[in-house]
């Protein structure tokens, strides 16, 4: 017998022995996948190494929240979930996704310094915001159309937020009311502002938002029209499923082309937005005004009575003009890498952004914020806290409230241990003393 028929057949007969193995049999462990390798015919040694491989791929993906070590493990659990498309939206920035890239690695250039000899045994992690006392420095940024990622959506980040102690904004393109979300929440949430093209609309959602308790309006304005969301359109294109079955349409304002008025296209887009309710929508054709000024900020400070913050300032000049126009805090953000490709991580943009605000209001920071020393290097450079989007929405796509409360755990705790390590008893104590590195 040839050598090559004699490894054939030790190959088969293993083959065999694992098909007939009381592990494979039992429901709900191998039993399935091997099942399905081998009834595509010939089992050969490349399918069959093909199969280790995507067990062993499988087998990295967390099957519980509480098998993650941090918070990334989340990210695959996410993909797993969610079909393409959805997972594509979550994950996509625009171009190449370099700015997504780039505030996340904007944090590897900054070093911790830490101090030793500190009594660290009583840690607190608590912040203030326009004099509301929060568990944790880390803010919830508002994420759109969270039904798309879970069934709960918003509702249940809003539990998640609270069983945990996070403040939590809400996006204008949620899929959860402010009603609904503030009531599960536990407190107001804030709410952030796409505010159309359209005045009215925009001051009717200020005005919902209001009467709803929300202590702080946030102005987004970092999207325009257009925006080039490569990896999202790649996903659409592997997605075979039909999304009219789930949802009307996709808004086409962050792709090629744009929904025009009188024809409801908008209006289609809204249909799912509860924050949208009840509006004439009709005039409506983008969310964000293309010719929204420092004008329109200060028209929206005179109609705004609670808090106005502003999100998506990275330079010195705007944080200096939102001050003067009479805005109460600032968000720097580049919306995750997902408005511009400019290459500039959003740690790299706060010591201007600071300088800019010169004390008179809160900034906080979000983009790329992964780890506890992540946020321990945010507040050592000046932020007063700061904002995840993406690692809570895995948590919740992967396995709902659960699945958030442990990305939100994880992070308190990395937070704490940073904490300790460097010798901060207090958020307050977190200075610029800590850090060293480009520009600390
Ligand atoms: C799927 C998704 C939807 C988002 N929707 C909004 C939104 O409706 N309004 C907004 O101001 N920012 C939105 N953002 C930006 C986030 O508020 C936040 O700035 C960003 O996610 C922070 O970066 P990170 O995901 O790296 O943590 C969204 C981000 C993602 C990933």
Partial sequence: MSRATDQFKTRRKFLRMLSASPLLASPGLLSGSFANLMATGEVTEKKFLGWLDSLQQDDAVISSPDQAFDVMDFEPAARKALPPAHFGYLATGVDDDGTVRANREGYSRIQIRARRLVDVENIDM?????????????VLSPVSAQKAFHPEGEVAVARAARAKGNLMMLSTAATSSIEDVSAAAGAPAWQQLYPTNVWEVGRAIVKRAEAAGSPAIVLTVDLQEGSNRETLFR???????????????????YARGRPRAGTGGFAQYAARKPMFDGLDLSKVTATHPLDMNWDY???????????????????????????????????????????EETLRPTIE??????????????????????????????????????????????????????????????????????????GTISVDKITRDYIVGRSS
Wanted: a positive charge; hydrophobic letters at 40%.
């Fill in 126 to 138: 608590s912040v203030s915001l326009f004099g509301t006392k929060w568990n944790t420095p880390t």
């Fill in 235 to 253: 996903a659409q294109v592997v997605d075979k499923r039909e999304c009219s079955a789930c949802h009307r349409s996709a808004y086409t304002g």
């Fill in 297 to 339: 900020v200060k028209r929206l400070r005179d109609s705004v009575t609670v808090k106005l913050l502003i999100k998506g300032i990275v330079t010195r000049e705007d944080a200096q003009l939102a001050v003067e126009h009479g805005v109460d805090g600032l968000i720097v953000s580049n919306h995750g890498g997902r408005a």
């Fill in 349 to 422: 943009s706060l010591p201007e952004v600071l300088e800019g605000a010169a004390g008179k209001v809160p900034v906080i920071v979000d983009g790329g914020i992964r780890r506890g020393t992540d946020i321990f290097k945010a507040l050592a450079r000046g932020a007063t806290a700061v904002g995840i989007g993406r690692p809570y929405a895995w948590g919740l796509a992967a396995f709902g409230q659960p699945g958030i409360e442990a990305v939100l755990e994880i992070l308190r705790r990395e937070l704490r241990t940073i904490m300790r390590q460097a």
